[in-house]
């Protein structure tokens, strides 16, 4: 085997093919994680500053309270909660039929009055 700049060359009579790796094999260098870098960085200065300023004790409160609220809310037994869907489904039905009955009521008399056949 022929080490050319690092990479294995396996075909040591060809240097232009043969089995070497492509460019993006190659181990990165540290200047190509300077983006990540940033966004880290950024993040976590953010993060910081969010700790110091108390936004995350804030938003724990906001959902420790929610939770009290919720407990206090009175739920539907499911014997409620399946008679309200029957009639949801129903009214959406009825709704629906009524819609359909009206456009095809609108339609015919709009083609009677254009004779459009």
Not at 21 to 50: I, N
Not at 80 to 100: C, P, Q
């Amino acid at each position: 085997m022929v080490y050319c700049d690092g990479l294995e060359n396996r075909c040591a009579g060809n240097r232009t093919g043969g089995s070497n790796p492509s460019p993006s094999a190659k181990s990165k260098e540290m200047r190509d994680y300077w983006l990540t870098m940033v966004v880290f960085v950024v993040a976590a200065v953010a993060f910081t500053l969010l700790w110091r300023r108390g936004a995350f004790l804030r938003l724990s409160g906001y959902f420790r309270e929610t939770q009290d609220e919720l407990k206090k809310c009175t739920w539907p037994s499911w014997d409620e909660l399946n008679g309200s869907t029957v009639v949801v489904i129903v009214s959406v039905a009825l709704l629906g039929g009524y819609t359909v009955g009206v456009d095809f009521l609108v339609a015919n008399v709009v083609r009677v009055l254009f004779h459009l056949h």
